[in-house]
């Protein structure tokens, strides 16, 4: 069974670009969450689908990022305009059983 | 506000040496305690995970924690370190309701030969 999957793998862009991360979720796993890591801080939640439906989205940092869910399967995270502290570590997780997530391997954003 | 709270940001031990990484919490209720490593160019990966009953949890790899409601504390251990376990190891805490993981800033494991 494949696990989580995320794409890209890294990203560089410069400060203004929009980048738009994906992340595929283990077939059949309803919950979705997404996290990032700050060079040298925690892992911090972002968001948390149920489906299609966001969750818990109190972890976003501004509207600049928009995290969608199509048809409950594949989720995308937009970040426009990415700006200087939007660089770090993305990671995508997913779990059918609550309480026990199994994360992809993150995509590295660079912002120049 | 629940946090999680690893002390050690690097930590080095000889191949072959016992490794305890330390981990505490705070946290309203019981907690659900989480320890994942992640190893270079890898995504974490779960080593074990606590609910309830045995406070005593093993793990993939040859891992073990120990839950200690009185110390608020979920330390890991491993009696005998492979230069394969360098890695970051993250201790999580899951929050009740939507069920997010809180995690630690991560310790950084160097094994030497």
């Known amino acids: 069974e494949a696990g989580v999957t995320q794409f890209p793998s890294h990203s560089v862009i410069e400060k203004g670009q929009t980048v738009t991360l994906r992340c595929d979720p283990i077939s059949g796993h309803d919950n979705l969450y997404w996290y990032r890591r700050v060079m040298g801080k925690e892992i911090k939640f972002l968001l948390h689908f149920v489906k299609e439906s966001k969750q818990d989205e109190s972890g976003m940092p501004n509207n600049r990022f928009l995290a969608e869910r199509t048809g409950g399967t594949y989720s995308t995270l937009k970040v426009q305009p990415a700006e200087l502290e939007d660089s770090g570590v993305y990671f995508c997780?997913?779990?059918?059983?609550?309480?026990?997530?199994?994360f992809g391997p993150g995509t590295r954003l660079t912002v120049l | 506000a629940q946090s999680v709270t690893q002390p050690d940001i690097h930590i080095t031990v000889s191949e072959g040496a016992s490794l305890e990484l330390r981990c505490n919490y705070s946290y309203g209720a019981t907690p659900y305690l989480f320890w994942y490593v992640q190893s270079p160019g890898q995504g974490l990966q779960l080593l074990l995970k606590y609910f309830s009953g045995d406070t005593l949890v093993q793990g993939i790899k040859g891992f073990e924690a120990e839950f200690k409601r009185s110390q608020s504390s979920f330390n890991l251990r491993k009696p005998s370190v492979h230069w394969s376990d360098a890695a970051e190891y993250f201790c999580a805490v899951a929050s009740s309701g939507t069920y997010k993981y809180i995690f630690g800033t991560g310790t950084r494991l160097k094994v030497l030969a």
């Open positions: 997780a997913s779990s059918q059983v609550l309480w026990e997530q199994f």
